[in-house]
């Protein structure tokens, strides 16, 4: 299986596409900022820059990913978040370099604006166990009115899924990764993904991961 690097904008549904590949493939997903987080716990020198809300150098960054990644073996695995920038992506490139793997295939889950919008205005999830469901999608509705399917309780419609908070999350997308995507596109590496049907979705993905395996 190929390793993936999964971009996607707000409610593009990439933690859908994520754990289906978990569940069917076996994947591990690599979130950099879980790693911090599991590392600041032993690490004083960590959780004080983390406390402070300064940015971690991307060298602490990159010797947790190495050392995660040569503990994988050969475990495929989907980077969730990163690399953020076309630095880091580059020394991505090197580091992938030095241990002999393979970048696998970027997907870029290329939603349009006002479908990811309604997506948002939408939803209504779980205050108990966060389970996220729809207003307007019979398939991603909850089963019992406006409860729960596994808890039982009210469903509620958070405060930051309007359309203003929306609007501004997926600008300040756009300009934090619309270098990253060219970068990757002129490559060769990035495949787009635009539909919405989630069956069509894991279609797509299920074939760009076993492609030439």
Do not use: W
């Not at 580091?95 to 939408?122: A, F, M, T």
């Amino acid at each position: 299986m190929k390793n993936i690097i999964l971009l996607a904008p707000p409610a593009a549904g990439k933690g859908t596409v994520a754990k289906y590949l978990c569940d069917t493939f076996g994947y591990v997903s690599i979130s950099t900022g879980d790693m911090l987080r599991e590392e600041a716990k032993s690490n004083e020198e960590l959780k004080a820059i983390m406390e402070s809300g300064k940015l971690v150098g991307d060298d602490i960054v990159f010797d947790l990913l190495k050392a995660k990644l040569n503990k994988l073996g050969n475990t495929p695995y989907i980077l969730d978040g990163f690399p953020r920038t076309v630095n880091q992506a580059v020394m991505y490139d090197e580091l992938l370099q030095n241990i002999e793997r393979e970048l696998g295939v970027v997907i870029y889950l290329d939603v349009d604006k006002e479908e990811l919008k309604e997506r948002v205005v939408s939803r209504i999830v779980c205050p108990e166990c966060k389970a996220s469901y729809s207003t307007r999608e019979d398939d991603f509705a909850p089963k019992n009115g406006n409860l729960c399917d596994k808890c039982n309780i009210e469903l509620v419609h958070r405060d930051d899924d309007s359309e203003e908070v929306f609007y501004q999350r997926y600008e300040e997308y756009l300009a934090k990764t619309m270098s990253l995507i060219d970068y990757y596109e002129g490559k060769g590496l990035l495949v787009r993904i635009g539909d919405t049907d989630p069956v069509v979705v894991f279609d797509k993905v299920s074939s760009l991961v076993k492609e030439n395996d």
